[in-house]
């Protein structure tokens, strides 16, 4: 795909991997919609990226709200392209520790919200003569379960299951569908999930955007489905 005047909804865009897409894509001539729950980052963002990026107030485990911002924002004249569901948190722990709560929020927003986002923009991406793309951020915690994530593997590997389906299903309309499956990457994303102090020799977030434009500048009829990346040495370097 020409990147050039597309079009793009990031989830998540208030922090960590949302922040680097969106910078990375705007430079390529993208305009996003960057849409998180935290307005006032966004607004933040905006003063650094510029007008290209529209901040937009969103909990995406809101399906009514979603709706209603999909439909007011796009038509036949403006559609989107891209796609990347990357809104996403982890909670863990022991199974006995994790909280009811914490197992449902991690379901509505891992999976929930983004089978709601999708179901909505996939109808316009059909009507666009131009290949689109749909990228799910998964994790290698979709691939590999491992303990004290148990929740977190649970969404992880749904959301891997839907985004197979998902590439087999929608390419004949000129949709691909992408799943990112990332090791740890150095983002607030740990401030919720705990148990994990952040370190240099985590994927740095801009090194993992750069991937995620590389997919994107594919040729229209060359798919990369499923892609791994971790750092060559996981190890907390103040800790060798
Ligand atoms: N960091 C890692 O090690 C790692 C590794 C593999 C995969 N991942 C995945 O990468 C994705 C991005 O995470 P990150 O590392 O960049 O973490 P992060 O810095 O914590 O960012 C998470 C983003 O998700 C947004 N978000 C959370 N709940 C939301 C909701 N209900 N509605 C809308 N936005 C919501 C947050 O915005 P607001 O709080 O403003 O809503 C924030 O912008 C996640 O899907 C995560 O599972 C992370």
């Known amino acids: 795909m020409d990147l050039r005047n597309k079009i793009a909804i990031v989830t998540g865009a208030s922090s960590g991997l949302g922040v680097s897409f969106s910078s990375k894509l705007i430079e390529k001539?993208?305009?996003?919609?960057?849409?998180?729950?935290?307005?006032?980052?966004?607004?933040?963002?905006?003063?650094?990226?510029?007008?290209?990026?529209?901040?937009?107030e969103m909990d995406i485990t809101l399906h009514e709200k979603i709706d209603q911002w999909v439909d007011s924002t796009f038509s036949e004249d403006h559609l989107p392209q891209i796609l990347i569901n990357n809104a996403g948190l982890g909670y863990f722990g022991n199974i006995e520790d994790l909280t009811i709560e914490e197992w449902n929020r991690m379901i509505q927003t891992n999976l929930n919200g983004v089978f709601y986002i999708t179901r909505k923009t996939v109808p316009l991406m059909k009507l666009d003569e131009e290949t689109s793309h749909i990228l799910n951020i998964a994790s290698v915690a979709g691939l590999i379960g491992n303990p004290q994530i148990s929740g977190y593997n649970a969404t992880k590997f749904g959301l891997r299951g839907f985004s197979e389906?998902?590439?087999?299903?929608?390419?004949?309309?000129?949709?691909k569908?992408?799943?990112?499956?990332?090791?740890?990457?150095?983002?607030?994303?740990?401030?919720?999930?705990?148990?994990v102090d952040t370190h240099s020799n985590m994927l740095q977030p801009d090194d993992v955007a750069n991937t995620l434009i590389h997919l994107l500048e594919t040729p229209d009829n060359f798919l990369i489905n499923e892609i791994t990346m971790r750092p060559l040495n996981p190890k907390n370097p103040d800790e060798i």
Not at 165 to 175: N, T, W
Not at 177 to 195: E, K
């Open 177 to 195: 569908v992408t799943t990112l499956f990332p090791g740890s990457i150095a983002t607030h994303f740990f401030d919720n999930a705990g148990g």
């Open 165 to 175: 389906a998902l590439f087999k299903e929608l390419r004949y309309d000129k949709i």
């Open 29 to 56: 001539g993208v305009k996003v919609y960057g849409l998180a729950r935290r307005l006032s980052k966004l607004q933040e963002i905006q003063s650094h990226l510029g007008d290209q990026f529209i901040p937009v």
